[in-house]
């Protein structure tokens, strides 16, 4: 891992983040469509899982603003239309000379887009596209992916870092987002390392073992992220009349929003 990376992501990707699938997992019960056709899992692409961020398109659905994070050049994928990304856009930015002398360059994917609305230079809070869910895709959603790559102090590279990670180099891009809460929306901030996800381990299988029993079933993406991003209780998830909610906000959105 690069050793001098400052928190380089000062802007939200969206206008709200929510995590639909965060990295290093995989919610996807094997269902991602598959280029040659069928279905399958991360495995299936030769990843070990998910080896960026989702965000779900909220609230405008496809054709949602997607904005540059930080100062950088914008390209568009060449191989887009044949790339699981769909049409993506990459967006890099140089990173300050490491101490070994070499030099680093971050480059961030947006995936499954819509449209590319700018390229070339971009500031942080740029307009660079709008999402969709174009290529390996089951619903409208952002990808973000970050990798890393570097020049030797001699000049030669650019050389991916860690490409043989399991992920072809991508890492999870929350712990470079900056702190700063006035940029960020609330749910990007439960990716950084030193925030608390919403369930400890014990509190989550006691969940998961609960849902087994009674329902023998095991929870879906949605009910994991409404438990581990968003917070809520079971008891609120198997209200009928609650549905909208916890799909819709975290807890502590809704406590704001009915204490009003
Ligand atoms: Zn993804």
């Known amino acids: 891992m690069p050793v001098n990376v400052p928190k380089f992501l000062t802007h939200r990707p969206l206008e709200r983040c929510r995590v639909t699938q965060p990295y290093g997992v995989d919610w996807t019960n094997g269902q991602l469509p598959l280029p040659g056709g069928g279905q399958g899992g991360y495995s299936s692409l030769g990843l070990k899982a998910h080896n960026g961020v989702d965000f779900s398109l909220y609230p405008h659905g ?14 568009v994928d060449p191989v887009a239309a044949s790339s699981g990304y769909g049409l993506n856009v990459r967006l890099f930015r140089k990173l300050g000379p490491q101490p070994d002398g070499s030099g680093l360059e971050a480059e961030l994917v947006f995936g499954h887009l819509q449209e590319v609305r700018k390229t070339g230079e971009v500031k942080a809070g740029d307009l660079i596209a709008l999402g969709d869910s174009t290529g390996i895709s089951t619903g409208p959603h952002l990808h973000f992916g970050l990798r890393f790559r570097r020049w030797t102090a001699g000049g030669s590279g650019p050389y991916f870092l860690d490409y043989d990670n399991g992920f072809f180099g991508y890492v999870d891009p929350m712990p470079f987002f ?41 929870p879906t993406t949605r009910e994991k992220n409404a438990l581990v991003w968003g917070r809520w209780d079971w008891r609120s998830l198997n209200d009928p009349s609650m549905f909208a909610t916890w799909t819709e906000m975290t807890k502590m959105e809704w406590m704001k929003r009915t204490k009003k």
Do not use: I, N, Q
């Not at 496809?62 to 390209?75: H, I, L, Y």
């Not at 901030?189 to 369930?199: F, H, Q, S």
């Open 62 to 75: 496809s054709g949602t603003p997607v904005f540059a994070p930080c100062d950088g050049r914008v390209e």
């Open 178 to 218: 900056s702190a700063d809460p006035t940029l960020l929306p609330v749910d990007c901030r439960y990716g950084l390392p030193e925030g608390a996800r919403g369930y400890s381990d014990v509190e989550w299988y006691k969940v998961a073992a609960w849902l087994w029993f009674t329902m023998k079933r095991l």
